[in-house]
């Protein structure tokens, strides 16, 4: 149904003064006549709110005067695409009177709020982008399709994955755990953190599959010989014939890691990560979009310069050949473990990969896999492992040493998740020889990070006295973290009121949820993110027991060495907020 008209004045009244403010239903109207046209429009500008009825009118253009966008009278339209359009409506005249229809709704708004969300993304205005995801959600669209939108605009438009696609994906695995409020929060960050990465960047080259349908044994014989090559052409459309001849996601998965693994910790294990991510992004958006994803991850993964080229791999001891000789030898141990399981001793095996030789720690691996564990169960052990270097990180260390832990940490959560994938098709589990190799990997990662253990930093635990003296309530815990993050150092705090809260029994979900909190109020880094991601999920894989708990003090104490910020970032997202609520911000 049609709005009634309202009578905004005369010809007379519009002539004298120039300009009408008639107060509308929902937003007051502008009216003003230019070059003999009566025009009516929002009278709030659409970049912050500034009454537009204070700007001035020359040649057919609106200028704010705020902040001076420039509006075409006529239409509204903006010339500064970063104020966005002002909303016009129709004018009648009746005789010598000004009548106009306050109508502004969009007949589609979510198609309106998709469209302006690429427009934001295109010239990456941040306030534009949190107007529209504020727009969409208003409009009913679910944060996931709000992502599937962003990612996919990330992967046409910038030639391979960047970390901003690490972020929308790791905001998207957290998104059903958040409040509501939060999710629009999560969601600024993601997006314009892709949009960032886009800005000026070469869109993706389309590639296609080959007409032909090898076997998938042949497609990973030759993904790994482009690999090795660097042929990121051959490389891609070798994964674009897998997809196009219906390989499952845990079949693309084992292809890309076998690949990947051919080369040791590669890329620092940024490429796994990327690649895992990639997956986890697909697992959230549909697979039906693996062709427009997952050639982004190739490029990196043939660039990718593996640990035989570090000093640190090759001296003293030589990792790359003992992790060479190692595989052979744990491929033997899962064959004879094979039917022994369920094997329970991660715990334990976490500790092994945390001595100081490495001789010790394959054979710690090759044993567990010969008394049954899988190759899953080797990466769980070997999460906690290297949580419990972030943990223990000793804050003697340089503040960017934590970035080292937090590399290891990720890839192996990476190698985890990638693991899991691959051995949960059982029709091929025989397959994933070559990606058992990535845990050799991370486990001498983890060895060579052990001097950020030096000296450990003491872990709070039941019964110790700092533990005793904090609050206990759930409200009051949440204050007092929330409030540690608020100043610098408060590592071992935030540790404890972690272990606190879950050792007191609260529900996980209730401490995790701050921590997002406190996350998503900063202007976090790509690492912050990864790490809570990891984090959570490695958590969800213990529950609230001791190594559980180990790992949540991890990411405690990782956001805490990285807290606070100047909040730009939740600035920006809190003036669209306000704006779609109707709040005066000049005021
Ligand atoms: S330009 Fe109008 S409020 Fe900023």
Redo the contacts with the bound molecule.
């Keep these: 149904m049609s709005a009634e008209f309202l009578r905004a004045g005369t010809i007379q009244e519009l002539k004298s003064k120039g300009r009408l403010v008639v107060r509308g239903a929902h937003r007051p109207i502008l009216v003003v006549e230019d070059g003999g046209r009566i025009f009516a429009l929002d009278n709030r500008?659409?970049?912050?709110?500034?009454p537009?009825d204070r700007?001035s009118i020359e040649d057919g253009i609106l200028t704010?005067?705020?902040?001076?966008?420039r509006f075409d009278l006529a239409s509204g339209c903006t010339f500064?695409l970063w104020?966005d359009d002002v909303p016009a409506c129709a004018v009648e005249l009746r005789g010598d009177e000004v009548w106009v229809q306050p109508e502004f709704g969009r007949p589609d708004a979510a198609a309106y709020w998709r469209q302006r969300l690429e427009q934001g993304m295109a010239h990456n205005l941040g306030l534009v982008i949190a107007k529209a995801i504020q727009g969409q959600l208003a409009a009913g669209v679910s944060p996931v399709e709000i992502v599937r939108q962003a990612a996919l605009f990330g992967a046409r438009n910038r030639d391979g994955w960047g970390t901003g696609m690490t972020i929308l994906t790791a905001v998207g695995n957290g998104l059903a755990a958040l409040p509501e409020q939060e999710k629009y929060l999560a969601l600024f960050h993601g997006i314009r953190r892709v949009a960032i990465d886009c800005d000026g960047e070469a869109p993706a080259r389309q590639r296609s599959s080959l007409s032909s349908r090898p076997s998938l044994a042949a497609l990973k014989r030759w993904l790994r010989r482009w690999a090795a090559v660097r042929h990121r052409e051959a490389a891609e459309r070798t994964v674009l014939t897998a997809i196009a001849i219906g390989a499952p996601p845990p079949m693309l998965a084992d292809l890309f890691i076998a690949a990947e693994t051919d080369r040791v910790f590669a890329d620092g294990g940024h490429s796994l990560d990327f690649i895992n991510k990639c997956f986890e992004c697909l697992d959230l958006i549909g697979w039906q979009h693996a062709a427009d994803l997952l050639p982004s991850v190739v490029g990196q993964m043939v660039a990718a310069r593996g640990a035989d080229e570090s000093t640190e791999w090759r001296q003293p001891v030589d990792l790359v050949a003992l992790c060479a000789n190692a595989s052979a030898d744990l491929a033997d141990a899962f064959a004879i473990g094979r039917d022994r399981g369920p094997w329970l001793d991660h715990t334990q095996l976490a500790q092994y990969l945390l001595g100081d030789d490495p001789g010790t720690i394959i054979a710690a691996l090759t044993a567990a896999a010969s008394e049954g564990a899988s190759c899953a169960d080797l990466g769980r052990a070997l999460c906690y492992a290297a949580a419990l270097r972030v943990a223990q990180f000793g804050t003697a260390n340089e503040h960017g040493d934590w970035e080292t832990a937090h590399h290891v940490f990720t890839y192996c959560n990476a190698v985890h998740q990638v693991l899991k994938r691959i051995a949960g098709d059982p029709e091929h589990v025989a397959d994933y020889i070559e990606a058992s190799r990535a845990v050799l990997h991370g486990a001498l990662a983890v060895y060579l990070i052990r001097y950020l253990n030096v000296p450990p930093a003491r872990l709070p635990a039941a019964g110790d006295d700092r533990l005793e003296s904090m609050p206990s309530t759930i409200e009051e815990i949440r204050s007092a973290l929330l409030d540690a993050f608020e100043r610098q150092h408060q590592i071992d705090a935030a540790a404890h009121l972690v272990m606190r809260h879950l050792t007191l029994g609260h529900p996980p979900d209730l401490i995790i949820s701050a921590l997002a909190h406190a996350l998503l109020r900063e202007d976090a880094g790509f690492h912050a993110f990864q790490m809570f991601d990891a984090g959570v999920r490695q958590f969800g894989e213990w529950g609230n027991t001791e190594p559980g708990r180990h790992i949540l003090v991890a990411v405690a104490r990782y956001l805490a060495a990285h807290s606070p910020t100047e909040r730009s970032w939740l600035q920006t997202a809190d003036i669209a907020a306000r704006l779609a609520r109707g709040d005066q911000?000049?005021a």
Excluded: T
């Design positions: 500008c659409p970049h912050m709110g500034f537009l700007g704010c005067h705020w902040h001076h966008a500064d104020a911000l000049h």
